[in-house]
């Protein structure tokens, strides 16, 4: 089996200021990082289109229409300080959502081993009805929920180790017995959200707070000690990677010092958990990650352990 890799060029007209961190440059950088030779046998697909009913997965048709409305016919318009819409963006954040159902489709059909859906605006911030932290919708809780209630599947899991909090999908799995989220970030660090405390309705919430300025060795103690024997212990028959690549050294918005190597280890050890409990069965969807070329290196080391993984 191979690995698949979804996107699409409307992925690119999400345009946000000059200056903005979550640049259309971010695509440009991995789509050249993924066209190095070792890459060739990627299963190349394009993003499908998400429709309102699967959005309403997560959000209430409400938001949906308020950021539909919000999107300006030129130019680009602030939602919040942080997160912009121009005349593209819409259609890029209904691709990155649809990327993500089409990922799990994939993966579940037994068409693939795995997939990579590389498309933005990113998504683990979006809470049910506010857009925020660059993300429109929540791609990841979209793909959780669909693998849920449309596949039938009674254990999924995702794992989020960007550097910020996953705030958008915690919430929209708050109350989803069937789901459990781990993040792993920065604490202290914007949003602000994430305490170990925080654990859900049903204990499904499992958050690893990092210190800054702390390295990929506290990472990996701090998984083998707390997320892994969680996730043993659940079993998830799918297993859903929120892939942010901000807490590498390199990186301006954070101060996790991560290296490519952390990257490739963490994506080993959850494709030895995916192995022993559902199949190898991975989605992993991209969120952060701002220096580019940290971020093309990262998702570089990231996709070549799916690959060899993917059989």
């Known amino acids: 089996m191979t690995t698949a890799l979804f996107t699409h060029p409307d992925c690119m007209q999400h345009i946000t200021p000059s200056g903005h961190p979550e640049q259309v440059a971010r695509l440009e950088h991995i789509y050249g990082a993924l066209s190095a030779p070792q890459f060739q046998a990627l299963d190349r697909r394009e993003a499908t289109l998400a429709s309102d009913e699967d959005l309403t997965l997560c959000h209430p048709q409400s938001h949906i229409d308020a950021i539909a409305a919000a999107e300006p016919e ?69 793909a959780a929920k669909h ?30 017995p069937r789901s459990y989220f781990i993040s792993s970030h ?84 959850l494709c030895d958990l995916a192995d022993t409990h559902c199949g190898g069965r991975i989605v992993s969807t991209l969120e952060g990650g701002y220096d580019l070329n940290a971020l093309a290196a990262s998702v570089a080391a990231h996709v070549s352990v799916l690959m060899e993984r993917a059989g």
């Open 74 to 142: 030129t130019g680009a318009v602030p939602l919040d300080g942080d997160t912009w819409m121009s005349s593209g963006s819409m259609q890029a954040a209904r691709r990155a959502a649809g990327a993500c159902i089409a990922a799990v489709d994939a993966v579940l059909d037994e068409e693939v081993g795995n997939a990579f859906v590389a498309c933005r605006p990113p998504g683990h911030h979006a809470e049910q009805s506010t857009p925020m932290g660059f993300c429109l919708f929540g791609n990841a809780a979209i």
């Open 147 to 176: 693998a849920l209630e449309r596949h039938g599947l009674s254990r999924v899991a995702v794992v989020d180790f960007d550097v910020h909090h996953g705030n958008g999908t915690q919430a929209l799995l708050w109350d989803e």
């Open 186 to 269: 920065q604490n202290p660090l914007w949003p602000g959200t994430g305490m170990a405390e925080d654990t859900g309705v049903s204990g499904n919430i499992h958050n690893l707070p990092l210190p800054p300025h702390s390295d990929g060795r506290l990472m990996r103690a701090t998984y083998e000690a707390e997320a892994f024997p969680a996730l043993e212990r659940f079993k998830p028959e799918l297993l859903i990677i929120s892939a942010g690549f901000d807490a590498h050294a390199a990186d301006p918005l954070a101060q996790l010092n991560w290296t490519t190597d952390d990257f490739a280890w963490i994506t080993g050890r």
